[in-house]
């Protein structure tokens, strides 16, 4: 029996751990993947106060460290169902069952796909998600990095250091990007972009040769030969396993300001709540006062 299931090892996560810890709450921090959530695989964070620039795995791997220096337990595990019975959750997983006296839903976002045919068969293949994880392996190629936000330009400022060439493609005809990134971006030679383009298809068999795209003002089609394609067009929530026991808001769970679900003692926290600003600060801030309101809760 667990004071406090956490399910979901970001930031916001490992913090409602540290609280919580410190608090002395015995605690139980469930993750599927990696600790460390989306930050971990951001090349650099430099937004955060205090700190003039880290690496996202560097700096999840701090707070880590950490929490488990208080005494956190921790199972790499896929959170499956959570019930609750008179005043007690059991947390269900794809090895084990798990009890506790409260949860926190720290579940974060998955990363959004393009839906185009043949995209999940070349992932792996030349088709990514994530440049910090795979950017190497295109070490002196021509890639293409799909998105017009931070995420995007992060991945083609980072890929432009060992890349051939880096060619931004979007959907729109500007930018929604801070404009730090923006700027730095103009500055590399190697990375040009090109507005107002919708994928169309994956080229290339049994790996990819390049894409197709149309472009939304002219309907011309446009071939970019490449070898790599990198794709950054947001995020997604995946809280439908939780909806009996939460109010959900286009995937998002509804919580009050003291991060709060519907159902007693289940709290979330970051990016899987309803929120207008996601950033590693705010699901750090959202872990501090679920910590405490769990700690009221528990007496």
Request: charged fraction near 20%; hydrophobic fraction near 40%.
């Amino acid at each position: 029996m667990y004071d406090l299931i956490i399910v979901g090892g970001g930031p916001g996560g490992m913090t409602a751990a540290l609280y919580s810890l410190r608090a002395g709450i015995k605690v139980l921090i469930l993750e599927k993947e990696i600790f460390g959530g989306q930050i971990a695989i951001s090349p650099r964070l430099e937004n955060y106060p205090s700190i003039k620039e880290i690496s996202g795995m560097e700096f999840s791997n701090n707070l880590f460290e950490q929490i488990i220096s208080l005494g956190a337990e921790f199972n790499l595990e896929d959170v499956l169902t959570i019930t609750k019975d008179e005043d007690i959750f059991t947390v269900k997983t794809n090895y084990s069952e798990y009890k506790a006296k409260s949860v926190i839903l720290a579940t974060g976002v998955e990363h959004r796909q393009m839906g185009i045919p043949r995209e999940g068969e070349l992932v792996g293949k030349g088709v990514s998600y994530c440049a910090t994880c795979d950017g190497a392996f295109y070490k002196g190629e021509d890639v293409v990095v799909i998105g017009d936000a931070n995420s995007a330009l992060q991945y083609a400022i980072m890929l432009s250091n060992y890349c051939s060439s880096v060619k931004i493609c979007t959907l729109f005809d500007k930018w929604f990007a801070d404009q730090y990134l923006v700027n730095q971006m103009l500055t590399k030679k190697n990375i040009s972009y090109e507005h107002n383009l919708s994928l169309v298809s994956f080229d290339g068999n049994p790996e990819l040769t390049g894409l197709t795209f149309r472009n939304t003002k002219t309907n011309e089609l446009l071939k970019i030969k490449c070898k790599g394609c990198f794709i950054a067009i947001g995020q997604i929530p995946k809280n439908e396993q939780f909806a009996s026991l939460v109010d959900l808001d286009k995937g998002y769970i509804v919580t009050n300001e003291n991060m709060e679900t519907k159902t007693k003692g289940l709290y979330a926290i970051g990016d899987c709540r309803r929120k207008d600003v996601r950033q590693v600060v705010t699901a750090l801030n959202d872990g501090a006062i679920a910590a405490v309101s769990v700690s009221k809760y528990l007496g």
